[in-house]
């Protein structure tokens, strides 16, 4: 697929390590680009590792053409998990998506309010889980596969 990137208001963002950029893409009488062709291109662009791109928040005008959005590339990975938000890494597959469904959450929130007590805590630790652990890990693996590299 072809296209053009043209990157708009740079900004080198040292507190976050990180460089923020607003992105226009040309792609006359073509389709809307995929995100992983564009993190390609911009990886390249700014010689970058592609998994340390991420692009979000890609829009097409009406009529097609030209397409905007936003895209953040960060100096290392370990950046890249500490400061992006967890349904991005959820999106890229870093982090485990979440477990179990909406509605079995609404049945444990009416449950504890009918009961009292004690039996109210032994309700919701059933239900509870530590995820904040399941997530650290989860990060730790995906680290551990870039340092054999």
């Known amino acids: 697929m072809t296209f053009i990137v043209k990157t708009r208001k740079v900004l080198l963002n040292k507190l976050l390590n ?19 062709s564009v993190v390609k291109e911009l990886a390249s662009k700014y010689k970058a590792d592609e998994r340390n791109v991420v692009v979000y928040g890609l829009k097409t005008t009406f009529g097609g053409n030209r397409t905007t ?8 990975q370990q950046y890249l998990l500490k400061f992006e938000p967890k349904f991005r890494l959820r999106r ?6 979440r477990d179990g469904s909406r509605k079995g959450w609404k049945e ?6 009918k009961t009292r007590g004690s039996e109210k805590t032994k309700i919701y630790m059933s239900r509870k889980t530590d995820k904040r652990e399941v997530i650290r890990a989860q990060k730790e693996t995906y680290l551990k596969g870039f340092v054999g590299k």
């Not at 990180?18 to 992983?36: A, F, G």
């Not at 890229?92 to 998506?97: H, Q, T, V």
């Open 108 to 113: 444990v929130k009416s449950k504890l309010k």
């Open 69 to 76: 959005g936003f895209a953040l590339i960060y100096d290392t």
């Open 92 to 97: 890229r597959g870093i982090i485990p998506k």
């Open 18 to 36: 990180r460089r923020q950029l607003s992105v226009e893409l040309l792609h006359p009488n073509k389709p809307t680009p995929s995100q992983e």
